[in-house]
């Protein structure tokens, strides 16, 4: 029974921060990937940022130096800190974990970016 549940999404304006987090059960975390993704209204699916077992990360180019990807293994969750928010960063957001062949996502959780 797996389970990634997201936190932390809301309404916030131009230039805010907002931090998801996404809590995962059911796996043997420390041995997975984990991913974030984003998804607006028409537009395809965009892969944000990712964190390898090891801690090694990765970020779009959109989001580069703004959005930091984090992990903590005793408590099996990933976080995502956003400053700096841009009208752009609309979307759901969702977390995905990895490992192999096996990947699970979650339901996801709305970020809204608007004054």
């Known amino acids: 029974q797996v389970q990634l549940v997201e936190s932390g999404g809301g309404l916030v304006q131009p230039g805010g921060s907002l931090r998801l987090s996404c809590a995962a059960s059911?796996?043997?975390?420390?041995?997975?990937?984990m991913a974030w993704y984003r998804q607006a209204p028409g537009k395809q699916r965009e892969l944000v940022t990712t964190?390898?077992?090891?801690?090694?990360?990765n970020y779009a180019d959109s989001v580069k130096g703004r959005f930091t990807i984090s992990r903590d293994n005793a408590k099996n969750t990933v976080y995502l800190q956003m400053n700096s928010l841009k009208p752009e960063d609309t979307g759901v957001y969702v977390c995905?974990?990895?490992?192999?062949?096996?990947?699970?996502w979650g339901q996801g959780t709305q970020v809204t970016v608007s004054s």
């Open positions: 964190i390898t077992s090891g801690g090694i990360t």
């Open positions: 059911g796996i043997a975390f420390r041995l997975y990937a």
């Open positions: 995905k974990a990895s490992w192999g062949s096996r990947a699970y």
